[in-house]
């Protein structure tokens, strides 16, 4: 016998919501169903980037983790016994574990945005799979996607693999969002861009490595979606030359948003997070 899906549970209000969040849901009532959107109450913060002082709306942005996974900043991991630095991966944690409870108290969503192939690699082309196979200096085949490496936790960023875990350093909450991407870019062959629209989602700020690649692959396809893009500087990373990083903070300045700091955002999130009081108590 198949088994009826319940149906959603009603708001304070008594209305029923049809949606993945409240300010993109339907409201239904014994009366009527209605496709009007309930208008969410902004929570602006202020944030200081090299180019202008831009202000955003807490509760429409998501901050967007990439690649904050075993495979890519632990000791053991995947680039690690490629010999890639774990001093530039692992950079961003300690910036990370103070940003992420402020945005979190302050209202702001989080999706991990990790590496996760298929098993069998069947969605990725020639050039991806090249390039993490490619021969080390002396011409041995590299380890590549799915494959294990010689100090071996399973294969590499495989979904429920040791080394597609986020890093033990920056717990999770319960209602952070995952989504898996299959290339550098977070919006290509997978379902990134209609989660967030769904959930009301209109500016990103990205964080974690490597900045040169996965987060600026990401935040570029981000601005061609319609998304406003901030590139949190302080808080991303990677092993590529220093000119490489300011040639990304060109680009992302020039063309595609804007450039700021978690060092600057962590104070403006905590006001925004703390009660305003209007008027003293009656003392009666």
């Known amino acids: 016998m198949r088994r009826k899906t319940p149906p ?8 029923r919501l049809y949606g993945a969040h409240p300010a993109t849901a339907w409201h239904g009532t014994p009366e009527v169903l209605s ?3 309930t208008p969410q ?14 202000e955003l709306d807490v509760l429409r ?3 967007m983790v990439v690649d904050m996974q075993n495979d890519f900043c632990h000791p053991e991991g995947w680039f690690a016994q490629k010999g890639v630095s774990m001093r530039a991966t692992r950079k961003p944690i300690p910036v990370l574990r103070e940003l992420l409870p402020a945005w979190r108290h302050a209202g702001g969503r989080v999706v991990w945005l990790n590496w996760g192939v298929r098993p069998d690699t069947l969605n990725l082309g020639p050039t991806v799979r090249y390039k993490a196979e490619r021969p080390d200096a002396d011409g041995q085949p590299g380890v590549g ?20 875990q986020v890093i033990s350093e920056l717990p999770q909450a319960a209602d952070d969002i ?14 990134l861009d209609s989660i967030l629209r769904q959930q009301g989602i209109t500016t990103l700020l990205f964080a974690g490595v490597n900045t040169d690649r ?30 490489v990083t300011r040639a990304i903070h060109f680009l992302v300045d ?9 060092e600057a955002l962590i104070p403006a999130l905590k006001v925004a997070s703390t009660p305003t009081h209007s008027a003293k108590k009656d003392p009666r």
Do not use: M
């Not at 959603?8 to 209305?15: F, N, S, V």
């Not at 995952?178 to 379902?191: A, I, M, Q, W, Y």
């Not at 020039?254 to 978690?262: D, P, S």
């Open 8 to 15: 959603p549970a009603p708001d304070q209000a008594g209305r």
């Open 35 to 37: 496709l009007v959107r």
């Open 41 to 54: 109450p902004p929570r602006p913060v202020r944030l200081p980037t090299h180019t202008e002082v831009i």
């Open 61 to 63: 942005s998501a901050l």
């Open 145 to 164: 996607y799915a494959q294990g490496s010689p100090l071996d936790h399973g294969p590499s960023v495989v979904p429920g693999s040791w080394g597609a």
């Open 178 to 191: 995952t989504v898996f991407k299959h290339r550098l870019s977070g919006f290509h062959d997978n379902e």
């Open 214 to 243: 996965c987060v600026f692959s990401s935040l570029q396809d981000a601005g061609f979606l319609g998304y406003d893009c901030v590139l949190l500087k302080d808080a991303c990373s990677t092993p590529s030359p220093v000119y």
């Open 254 to 262: 020039k063309l595609h948003g804007f450039v700021g700091t978690a």
